[in-house]
């Protein structure tokens, strides 16, 4: 959803990393040299932005009232 700002567990601020990081892996860099180039040298930082899963633009596009008129078209279901 949200890029945590900071690692669970050692407390590295990571939240601004997350566009750099996409960025790169737009530009062809692989996820290891990318970490690398960003300074994430500690295996707890790393899982920060590796495991992160972006959601928050499908969220976005989520409307409660549409969903309301598709329900009432099929018939109230």
């Not at 900071?6 to 960025?23: A, H, I, N, Q």
């Amino acid at each position: 959803m949200i890029v945590p700002i900071r690692c669970f567990s050692c407390g590295k601020v990571t939240g601004d990393l997350w566009e750099r990081y996409m960025g790169m892996l737009n530009e062809g860099s692989s996820d290891v040299d990318a970490l690398d180039a960003l300074g994430l040298t500690r295996y707890c930082c790393r899982r920060m932005i590796l495991t992160h899963v972006d959601l928050i633009e499908k969220l976005l596009k989520y409307n409660a009232s549409e969903r309301e008129q598709a329900r009432a078209a099929r018939g109230g279901r």
